[in-house]
């Protein structure tokens, strides 16, 4: 019987630690959304713009690279760790 209340537990953790890496990933991705609408941020002739042509400085650029170099590593590994922790529960 221990042994049953132990894999619950370690099922109550795993559920925890998915919900919590798919929040990051969605508060991360949502954040994006919101801080750069005309996203994807690139160099112009004149500068940097976005996709409709809006002018845009430096720094916004550099925050811009910054989140998604940070979109393109986390999401990918927040996937995969989700999927290992899913295949370790058992069939219901």
Known sequence: MPVTNAL???MQKTRSLSYCIGLVMVVLFVYGLI???DLPIRECHSG???RQGQPHTAA???AFSIWQTTLFIVWPIGMLIMLLL???KPNR
């Open 8 to 10: 619950k537990r370690l």
């Open 35 to 37: 801080r750069y609408p």
């Open 48 to 50: 940097y713009c976005g």
């Open 60 to 62: 916004e650029y550099n």
């Open 86 to 88: 899913q295949r370790g």
